[in-house]
């Protein structure tokens, strides 16, 4: 395994290139510090960078966002939450300012009592940078039943309809985001049986999103090689009010699911014939996470495909970057969705 230094100095340099490539400032003078307690972290740190995480998102074109796993060596769940609260209102603080901090202390109050208990993974903490600077903040928590009075009225009324249409889903965790001028909530349920997509039209009708089921099924089957029904234990749902009604999100945990096609990178691209700009955004990202030297981006972990009242299914993506793993898992099989050399390239 490669030391925790030589890690460290392989995630700077790449978030630093990164940066470059996507013409962003560059995030670790901003959140280097918690980088390097995610790689700390011995829940997530395998020697392969496993607590951070780039993702990319069609509605963010041309940011580098990161999700990571705070809390250094030796922490506990509840240290992770903490970590990542402090290292929130740190950046919106210094970069959001004092309105915007005020909303997220709000949000994050009922988390901060000594009696809230992380009692599943912790914190999530997550920044999304562009060329201004801090583009978006993130604090995202384990959810637990006292934390149902606590949601703002609008996410609890969305909570609520998921809960009547779905029973068997079970609320895992929420996150607060915290953008230069809004903010907002959302909360993830774990679908823990077999999920058929057909199965979603009712809840999403319920939700006024019933007219893009449709959209979401035939991309997320598309995507996943003709699956209509996903594995026990594969998927997750978040819901989240937005302007003009709520927005849905379908995680897919590729490590999950047995036989993911290869070739999902090759079907993304056809997929987003139609939106080319996606497309550049798309093949720029995967870019900036190819070094030179590095045959491929890495492995894709988690696939989500998200809809709202007034858009069709869009995609984003969750990579373990190739550079951060070991070599030997380069050179051999590791989970996730394997980029090949000729995907990684523009």
């Excluded at 809390?71 to 992770?80: C, F, P, V, Y």
């Excluded at 989240?240 to 709520?246: F, H, L, Y």
């Excluded at 030297?293 to 696939?303: E, K, S």
């Amino acid at each position: 395994m490669l030391g925790k230094e030589s890690t460290q100095r392989r995630v700077a340099r790449l978030l630093q290139s990164a940066a470059k490539y996507l013409e962003t400032v560059d995030p670790n003078p901003v959140i280097g510090d918690v980088v390097a307690s995610s790689l700390e972290n011995e829940r997530e740190d395998n020697g392969s960078g496993g607590g951070v995480t780039p993702h990319f998102a069609e509605n963010a074109p041309g940011s580098l966002s990161l999700l990571l796993k705070p809390g250094g060596k030796g922490a506990t769940l509840r240290d992770s939450v903490d970590t990542s609260i402090l290292a929130g209102r740190r950046v919106v603080r210094d970069h959001l300012g004092r309105s915007a901090l005020a909303w997220l202390d709000a949000r994050l109050e009922p988390v901060t009592a000594r009696d809230y208990r992380a009692d599943n993974s912790g914190g999530v903490f997550g920044s999304s940078f562009d060329r201004y600077g801090v583009a978006e903040s993130v604090v995202g928590f384990d959810f637990t039943d006292r934390l149902w009075d606590a949601l703002a009225p609008a996410l609890g009324r969305i909570a609520q309809v998921v809960r009547n249409i779905m029973p068997g889903l079970r609320p895992t965790s929420t996150m607060v985001r915290c953008g230069r001028s809004a903010g907002s909530q959302q909360i993830t349920f774990e679908v823990e049986q077999p999920l058929s997509l057909a199965d979603l039209r009712p809840l999403m009708t319920e939700l006024g999103i019933g007219q893009q089921h449709g959209s979401l099924m035939s991309a997320t089957a598309f995507l996943l090689g003709a699956r209509f029904t996903l594995p026990s234990h594969s998927a997750r749902l978040t819901f989240r009010p937005v302007r003009g009604g709520v927005e849905m999100r379908l995680d897919v945990l590729l490590e999950a699911i047995e036989d993911p096609p290869p070739q999902m990178l090759s079907l993304l691209r056809l997929l987003m014939t139609e939106r080319p700009r996606s497309l550049r955004t798309l093949e720029r990202w995967l870019g900036a996470f190819t070094p030179d030297g590095i045959p491929h981006a890495g492995d894709f972990t988690v696939l989500s495909v998200w809809v709202r009242p007034d858009v069709p299914a869009r995609v984003a993506l969750f990579l373990r970057p190739s550079v951060l793993q070991r070599a030997d898992a380069r050179d051999g099989a590791s989970g996730g969705v394997e980029l090949s050399p000729w995907d990684a390239t523009a």
